[in-house]
């Protein structure tokens, strides 16, 4: 005989709100005070309900294809337009160059003497990828990608690698 699933209060406050939100329209508001009335739990940061909230909103990106952000008055999500979406690429932009020179201001203080061959191969690589994300994070290549294409369509990874390496290639032989 098996046993019965067993649904914790956090498990049911995910599926709770994450119906809640996928239920709605793009451009629609949900206030945080109705959000924490679905659940009895307070939704703000802080409260027993974040958490909650927060694996909704992940769900509800993966599974239904809705982005919620929080209120510019701080006072509930909104799920973003398709507009609204594309305007969170220049953030997400800064957020990787900044991430990646971070982690190369901190990886180059190692003490290249004290590594094994392995661990200085690792170090090399890991500097070179941070770097080349912070050298393509950028609103110029985004440029370039989007100037390649002859009509709108999905990129694959390879073929923007190839145009990003193109255009840094003329750019050092200019």
């Known amino acids: 005989m098996t046993e019965p699933t067993i649904i914790s209060k956090y498990s049911s406050d995910v599926l709770i709100l994450t119906e809640a ?3 709605k ?11 924490s009335e679905l659940v009895q739990a307070e939704v703000r940061s802080g409260g027993r309900g974040y958490q909650a909230l927060y694996r909704a909103r992940t769900k509800c990106i993966t599974d239904h294809s809705k982005v919620w952000e929080p209120l510019s008055d701080h006072t509930g999500l909104k799920c973003l337009t398709d507009k609204e ?5 220049p953030k997400a932009l800064k957020s990787i160059r900044r991430k990646a020179r971070k982690a190369n201001h901190k990886l180059v203080t190692a003490d290249w003497a004290n ?3 392995e661990q200085q191969s690792r170090l090399s690589a ?3 990828l941070n770097a080349v994300l912070e050298e ?8 370039i990608l989007q100037k390649a294409m002859k009509e709108p369509r999905p990129m694959q990874v390879s073929e923007s690698l190839s ?12």
């Open 163 to 174: 145009l990003l390496r193109d255009s840094a290639s003329k750019m050092v032989s200019q």
């Open 136 to 143: 393509s994070a950028n609103a110029k290549s985004v440029k």
């Open 21 to 23: 939100l996928s239920s």
């Open 115 to 117: 590594l094994t061959d």
């Open 85 to 89: 979406i594309l305007s969170l690429e």
């Open 25 to 35: 329209n793009k451009g629609d508001v949900l206030t945080y005070d109705e959000l």
């Open 126 to 128: 890991s500097m070179a």
